[in-house]
């Protein structure tokens, strides 16, 4: 079992940043895939941007590359997700997730792929 806290969340005006972080506890000594997805209210959840479990791969939406940037320490199991230049469209609550893979292939972009599951933190961008 694998526990996700994410944090980091909140307010911001358009065209500021925030960066979200997302601690795994449990059982983080496997290989796992990390990956940011968001749920705007009424809209289904998109996924965000991905990390292998090396750290090496990454992906990310289109409407997030260039400003959204994914990294992880593996030595804190900890992910981040910085995200720069907000818009007001990025409002959403943010959720981490993990997959227990070796992959690093695009499948890291579908979520019914992974395993477990944060709570969520909401970011909401003023205009």
């Known amino acids: 079992q694998v526990q996700l806290v994410e944090s980091g969340g909140g307010l911001v005006q358009a065209g500021g940043s925030l960066r979200l972080s997302c601690a795994a506890s449990g059982r983080t000594s496997s290989s796992y895939a990390m990956g940011w997805f968001r749920q705007a209210p009424g809209k289904e959840r998109d996924f965000v941007a991905a990390?292998?479990?090396?750290?090496?791969?990454?992906y990310y939406a289109d409407s997030v590359k260039g400003r959204f940037t994914i990294s992880r320490d593996s030595a804190k199991s900890t992910v981040y997700l910085q995200m720069n230049s907000l818009k007001p469209e990025d409002t959403a609550v943010y959720y981490c997730a993990a997959m227990k893979t070796i992959y690093t292939d695009t499948r890291l972009m579908r979520g019914s792929l992974y395993d477990y599951w944060g709570q969520g933190t909401q970011v909401t961008v003023s205009s």
């Open positions: 990390i292998s479990w090396s750290g090496a791969v990454t």
